[in-house]
């Protein structure tokens, strides 16, 4: 699925299933709720903290994979309601990125 696709299909969903979007604000709140999620999931699978006993058996990386689509539907939720592109965004952000970090990336010790 392209961008500009899930961006139509996650529009569809909220005015099919959805009813509405919550405003901007509250989808603010949801995202920052949603990477608090993948976070947690991301510091116990890669981190130094480990999961509770009552979380014995789950699958964790089938939770990180849900909790990074919860991050990616509020985000595309907030696009849609902003009226942000995001295929443009992000062809526009990986021009930033390359402009500004090339030389920085590759003359970083650090990641030799």
């Given amino acids: 699925m392209q961008i500009e ?6 529009d569809n969903w909220i005015q099919s299933v959805g009813v509405r979007y919550f405003n ?13 999620e993948l976070a947690r999931i991301m510091a116990r699978l890669y981190g130094e903290q480990s999961f509770k ?10 939770s990180l994979a849900d909790e990074m ?3 990616l ?3 595309i939720c907030l696009a849609n ?3 942000v592109d995001l295929t443009k ?4 952000n990986l021009i930033k990125k390359t402009v500004r970090d090339k030389e920085r990336h590759q003359e970083n010790e650090k990641l030799k």
Avoid: P, R, W, Y
């Fill in 5 to 10: 696709e899930a961006q139509k299909v996650v």
């Fill in 89 to 92: 965004a992000l062809e526009k």
């Fill in 69 to 71: 689509a919860d991050v």
């Fill in 81 to 83: 309601q902003t009226g």
């Fill in 24 to 36: 901007e604000l509250t989808n603010t709140a949801i995202l920052m709720e949603e990477v608090g």
């Fill in 53 to 62: 006993a009552s979380e014995a058996g789950l699958e964790h990386k089938e």
């Fill in 73 to 75: 539907f509020v985000l």
